[in-house]
């Protein structure tokens, strides 16, 4: 699987910091999509589909570890060191509410309509808002008797469909909670803790990093079996490609590359350019590039077919001339 074309990826500077999560839009009605970066310079970026900065959001005072973006685009979540989640208009920018916790936040999730939203992080406590009131109190999702969702951190927090949230944590442990009833289904266990969990609507799957495992769990627990695979490093994030599901990108903390492995596993292309570790991967939700963030601040955009005209990249000619 040689590729014919070198990969040159795309650099979306701004950041000062480390970059922390990435997050892409669904596909809108004109064909396009957006990006949200998280970063612990702690202003969140919106960029265009092309890479192109859209904007900044100012106002957390704290390393931001994750930021997602409503189905419509038009609400951006995000949570921060500085022990808020604030939600935001993506068009003016503005920051319309600011939820405060009694700790790190480190992951947000929006319903689908942009309702309520879902926080966890190093308080072990995942929180539901409503966002059609939001000075009142959160509601909480406690597992039995404890007062805690987790035992350790958590890590993500994403929400599948109407009325299910799944968290991950640093306790081994994935749950998956009616929030209609703010109880537990049920749950995963991994030998170790969790290190990145995100949500791939198109494939409805959950895609989980666990020491050197990757693993792909149907996102309700309900469709195809749990695929998971022993990769020869420690993958820090993991995407699969939203449409052929042929194959997946990694990051890795202990090197500055990012990896595609076909669905078995083997390694298929190495991508240099960052120059740290890469923190976080993901796919566009039309599966024609990927993003990766890292500790060098920087975001790159890389092409799935390198040689094609996508947005910025002009391709090449027919006749390789």
Known sequence: ?????KTT?????????????LSFSPLQDDGTYV??????????????????????????????????????TSRAASGSADFTAKIWDTYTGECLHSFPHNHIVRSVALSPISSHLLTGGQEK?????????????????VDSASVLSHEGTIKSVVWVGDHTGVTAGEDGLIKWWDL???????????????TSMELSPQTNRIVVTSGKTVSFIPALLNGPQTHSLTLPYAPSSASIHPILQDRFVTGSISDEWVRIHDVTGEEREVLKGHHGPVHCVEFSPDGEMFASGSEDGTIRLWQTTPGK????WQGVPANGG
């Not at 699987?1 to 074309?5: R, V």
């Not at 970063?39 to 005072?61: Q, V």
Request: aromatic share 10%.
């Open 1 to 5: 699987m040689a590729l014919p074309y």
């Open 9 to 21: 990826p795309l650099v979306a500077p701004g950041h000062t910091r480390p970059v922390t999560h």
């Open 35 to 72: 990006l949200i970066s998280s970063c612990k310079d702690g202003n969140p970026m919106l960029r265009e589909w092309t890479g192109d900065w859209i904007g900044t959001f100012i106002g957390h005072k704290g390393a931001v570890w994750s930021s997602k973006l409503s189905p419509d």
């Open 125 to 141: 406590k995942v929180r539901m808002f409503d966002l059609g009131r939001p000075d009142a109190e959160p509601d909480f999702l």
């Open 180 to 194: 209609r009833t703010r109880t537990i289904s049920t749950s995963l266990t991994f030998p170790g803790p969790i």
């Open 309 to 312: 005209s996508y947005g910025l």
